[in-house]
Structures are given as C-alpha cells and as structure tokens.
C-alpha cells in the first residue's frame, strides 16, 4: 500500500508567522511532489510541484524535498488568513500519471 | 496556471435520472483526464482515469455501467451518472493532466456538486 501521511491538524498560525506543512512517503519510487490547497467547498489548486531534492522557491511558498528521509514540506512565510484552508501532499509515481493523496492538513490563520 | 472547466456548477436531480457533467481543458491539450468523488469532511476518492480514444480505467469499486466515462477530444471529457440515487450526491471534480518538460501536472476543475433527492 503506497502511503502518503500528512497530520490532519488544525495547524494554527498568528499572521505574518511561518506555516510549516509536513508529508511522508512509502514509496520511494515516487517521482514527482505537489502541494494542492483546498478551501472549504471548493476544488484543489496547485501551489507548487517539486522533483529534485533541495528546496524550491515561488513567492510566500517554499516547498522542500528529501528523498533519502522521504519527506517533503511547504513552508509557507507571512502566513495570511486567505491562507486558511486545507493543504494536500500528492506524490507520483515514475511512469504514472495517478496521483497518490494524503489526507491534507487544516491550516488556520488567525488574524 | 492552466484552466479547466466544469459544468455544470452544481444540479439537482431526481432519484433514478441521469446526469452528466463536462470537463473541459481550456488553454492545453489533455491526453489524460481524472474524475474524483468527494463526500463532505473527506478525502479525495479517485474514480477513474479517462484516456482520450480509449476507455477509462476505473479504480476498485467503482461501478463502471453507473459511472461512464467518455473522452472524445483532446480538451473535453463527460461523466455520465446513470440512475442517479441519493446515495451519489456528492462533489465530482475533474481533473486534466497538463504534461510539462520536468513532470506532467493535475490541473483541477471547480467541481460540480451533485444532489440527487
């Protein structure tokens, strides 16, 4: 079973914190790494994909990769409360288009 | 970002009707389109993969004669629920597969939510 395991949460941030997000995976043969916000009531949105190990860098959005410990984070800087809502790690296996979800984390933001 | 459309938003339908929903890829082509089930506090749940030309793949358990899928371009995909009961009632989104140079990427649909009385 291909497992991906992610703290359900809340997470509870002040704004203008650091949100830290955290996901682990079974599979090593995972390929490629992605981070879906969902809020309440509405579909998944991409954030941000990552392959290589090391971190990747787009705007208040970090994500982090480390194959060897199979781990990957989002860090998210001068959280906001927009940024309330439902984090999901995907991960992809080499060769398959299928994504495998966890079960996401709850974010919130307080003011 | 890529864009992929939904309709419709949401509908209503009596018990033992069909429905059908459209899955459009807006700005790309998508060889490779997916249809998720989501029941309210719960997770993702995949229900099939529709490959354009080709039948889906559906994954365990879901009813491929209640569930049709068809794929007949490169930009459109339908799910058709056939007799729908209330027990469907759930949000159904969709999902193209954009592919890039470094790794092929899930563009998601707004979701329609389904209500079947």
């Known amino acids: 079973q291909k497992e991906v395991e992610q703290n359900s949460g809340p997470l509870s941030v002040p704004e203008g914190a650091i949100a830290s997000l955290n996901c682990t995976y079974s599979?090593?043969?995972?390929?490629?790494f992605f981070w879906y916000r969902q809020y309440s009531g509405k579909s998944p949105e991409l954030i941000m994909f990552?392959?290589?190990?090391g971190d990747k860098e787009d705007g208040r959005f970090t994500a982090q990769l480390n194959k060897a410990s199979q781990y990957v984070s989002l860090l998210i800087r001068d959280s906001q409360p927009s940024d309330s809502a439902t984090y999901l790690c995907?991960?992809?296996?080499?060769?398959?288009?299928?994504?495998?979800f966890g079960k996401g984390t709850m974010l919130l933001v307080s003011p | 970002g890529a864009v992929v459309s939904q309709h419709p938003s949401w509908v209503i339908c009596k018990s033992g009707t069909s429905v059908k929903i459209e899955c459009r890829s807006l700005?790309?082509?998508?060889?490779?389109m997916f249809w998720y089930r989501q029941f309210p506090k719960q997770s993702l749940m995949l229900m099939a993969t529709?490959?354009?030309?080709?039948?889906?793949?559906?994954e365990q358990g879901v009813e491929k004669d209640k569930f049709l899928i068809n794929h007949a371009s490169l930009t459109l995909s339908t799910l058709t629920v056939t007799s729908a009961h209330p027990e469907d009632s759930s949000f159904y989104i969709c999902?193209?597969?954009?592919?890039?140079?470094?790794?092929?990427?899930?563009?998601f649909g707004p979701g329609t939510r389904l209500t079947v009385l």
């Open positions: 700005d790309f082509q998508a060889t490779t």
């Open positions: 529709s490959n354009e030309g080709s039948k889906a793949t559906y």
């Open positions: 995907a991960v992809n296996r080499m060769g398959y288009s299928t994504l495998t």
């Open positions: 999902s193209a597969l954009r592919q890039g140079a470094s790794t092929d990427t899930q563009y």
């Open positions: 599979d090593r043969g995972s390929q490629s």
């Open positions: 990552i392959y290589s190990n």
